[in-house]
Structures are given as structure tokens and as C-alpha cells.
């Protein structure tokens, strides 16, 4: 048993190195391929997302993100607030897009 729990403690062994990394990355990730394509099949059950789109798309939804959240976090210091607050998201949404 001790063997097991040290064993899930550590990342998996180099074999499924690549594997571990992806799974790493996909859980930092905003929109995920899966949640992009479930997305997709929404709106038509019969397209598929060619692998490059979607991460063209994935990458495009975390520039958005860090964009409004810096703009936001900059008029946040600006009202010499240590906080960010919604109306600091919805002031810059509301003039930008």
C-alpha cells in the first residue's frame, strides 16, 4: 500500500511523461479542445474541429481573457483599489467590445 501512495504522489514515469504535461496544460487552460468541441457540436452535431482551429480558437479565448483582466486589474489601480471588481471588468467590456 505504501508503494502505491508513493506512487501517485510523484508525476507518472517517463513513458507517459508527454501524457502528464498535456493533462498538466489542459487543466491551466480557459477552453479546453473537448469543452471547444462539445461547443461546436452544439450548434452542429455533425462538424469537427480541425486540431488547428481549435487551438487557434484556445488561444484567441486566453488572449480575450488576459487582455479584459489586465485592462480591468490597470482600472482597478487607477481608482487606487487593491481589488478588482466587476464594474472594472463591465466598464472596460462595455467601451472595448
Do not use: G
Request: hydrophobic share 40%.
Amino acid at each position: 500500500a505504501r508503494k502505491e501512495m508513493s506512487r501517485n504522489m510523484y508525476p507518472p514515469a517517463v513513458s507517459s511523461r508527454a501524457q502528464y504535461q498535456m493533462a498538466q496544460a489542459q487543466q491551466n487552460q480557459i477552453v479546453t479542445p473537448q469543452k471547444l468541441q462539445e461547443l461546436v457540436k452544439q450548434i452542429d452535431e455533425n462538424e469537427q474541429l480541425d486540431a488547428d482551429v481549435a487551438n487557434f480558437l484556445i488561444e484567441m479565448a486566453e488572449e480575450f481573457v488576459d487582455n479584459v483582466t489586465t485592462f480591468a486589474c490597470n482600472l482597478a489601480q487607477h481608482r487606487k483599489s487593491d481589488s478588482l471588481e466587476v464594474k472594472d471588468l463591465q466598464l472596460h467590456l462595455e467601451r472595448n467590445w
